[in-house]
């Protein structure tokens, strides 16, 4: 029974809900990453490279034994390099284009809590935050001048 309690405080708290978003954005997330790099960043480079295509790359360990009919008695036996180059040049591609986005993403983020860029609209929770600010400040200023005699 403590099990199951703990399990719905869980639930309810929104723990649950939070990390439930959080993959699904995510997972949409890896569709437009995904597209990014297969449809726009790696075109390029494969014109770079004269379309050398990794995939293809292996070192082979023991060549496919086939019979007179050409039907396979033994299977290929290789080391496919060339998969782990691509997945490893994937891996920076991607790792260096969430680099891109997050510093973008932090330099609106502080553009918009910026309180002196009139450009950007401030949200409202930073204005209200400055407002009391300035509410204080002027409070402390009106407390020790009739402190003073």
């Not at 978003?21 to 004269?50: E, H, R, W, Y």
């Not at 360990?61 to 019979?67: D, H, P, S």
């Not at 284009?97 to 553009?111: C, P, S």
């Amino acid at each position: 029974m403590k099990l199951i309690k703990e399990f719905k405080e869980f639930a309810v708290k929104g723990n649950m809900i939070d990390m439930a978003i959080g993959i699904i954005i995510g997972m949409a997330f890896n569709k437009v990453v995904d597209v990014l790099v297969k449809q726009i960043i790696l075109p390029p480079l494969s014109l770079l490279t004269s379309g050398i295509n990794f995939s293809n790359k292996k070192i082979i360990l023991r060549e496919a034994v086939t019979n007179s009919e050409n039907t396979k008695i033994i299977d290929e036996v290789s080391i496919a390099y060339g998969t782990l180059i691509e997945v490893i040049l994937n891996f920076i591609i991607i790792g260096f284009v969430m680099f891109i986005v997050v510093k973008m993403m932090n330099r609106l983020r502080q553009k918009s809590e910026n309180e002196k860029d009139k450009t950007v609209i401030t949200p409202k929770n930073i204005e209200s935050l400055s407002d009391l600010k300035q509410l204080i400040k002027e409070q402390n200023e009106l407390l020790k001048s009739k402190s003073k005699p």
